[in-house]
T-cell receptor
Framework: GQQVMQIPQYQHVQEGEDFTTYCNSS?????IQWYKQRPGGHPVFLIQ?????EVKKQKRLTFQFGEAKKNSSLHITATQTTDVGTYFC???????????FGKGTKLTVNP | GAVVSQHPSRVICKSGTSVKIECRSL??????MFWYRQFPKQSLMLMAT?????????EQGVEKDKFLINHASLTLSTLTVTSAHPEDSSFYIC?????????????FGQGTRLTVV
């Protein structure tokens, strides 16, 4: 079945450093979504990417969708302590409502 | 944004008893809801897809007789953990997506922390 791999599993940075998490699917995706889960909370939607090669920005966050629609990345510039949490990618195949989640990357930021 | 409400947020039950968890979409209709299980420091594992008016679709390895799912209306799905055991202790989360629009975000409930003693 479809698998979504996400690396790294953990990332610890100093405040102000950049952070990137990568997501790779075993199959071509119709879209990929990114979620953030704060400690003790539930996943909250960040963004959806649909087009091949798409790049979207949200303030310090940059999301990319690969040309082959099988990989994606989330990059945070100049991390802040408010960025702490686990970031999940989730991929969907064409015609399916089911989202397959990556294992997530837990980000900790040292002030 | 759309709201999905999940209840209860925490429950402690005795081994052998059953627990029901409710998931409601408050301001939109959802023909499909999803139930996930999350172990500490791990990802979301899809357990089953709940379809309004029909049987749920379970993922491989998930016991349908143990995790009963009912989706009686377009705004409510329930997950019942039957004859719970300590190994069922986990964080259960539901999510829903808007009717007839597959390529949209999933709205998650707040989750239910189940502890079986």
């Amino acid at each position: 079945g479809q698998q979504v791999m996400q690396i790294p599993q953990y990332q610890h940075v100093q405040e102000g450093e950049d952070f990137t998490t990568y997501c790779n699917s075993s199959t071509t995706l119709s879209n990929i979504q990114w979620y953030k889960q704060r400690p003790g909370g539930h996943p909250v939607f960040l963004i959806q990417l649909v087009k091949s090669g798409e790049v979207k920005k949200q303030k310090r966050l940059t999301f990319q969708f690969g040309e082959a629609k099988k990989n994606s990345s989330l990059h945070i510039t100049a991390t802040q302590t408010t960025d702490v949490g686990t970031y999940f990618c989730a991929g969907a195949q064409g015609g399916s409502e089911k989202l397959v989640f990556g294992k997530g990357t837990k980000l900790t930021v040292n002030p | 944004g759309a709201v999905v409400s999940q209840h209860p947020s925490r429950v402690i039950c005795k081994s052998g008893t059953s627990v029901k968890i409710e998931c409601r979409s408050l301001d939109f209709q959802a023909t499909t809801m999803f139930w996930y299980r999350q172990f500490p420091k791990q990802s979301l594992m899809l357990m089953a897809t709940s379809n309004e008016g029909s049987k749920a679709t379970y993922e491989q390895g998930v016991e349908k007789d143990k995790f009963l799912i009912n989706h009686a209306s377009l705004t409510l799905s329930t997950l019942t953990v039957t004859s719970a055991h300590p190994e069922d202790s986990s964080f259960y989360i539901c999510s829903a997506r808007r009717l007839w629009t597959a390529n949209t975000e999933a709205f998650f409930g707040q989750g239910t922390r189940l502890t079986v003693v």
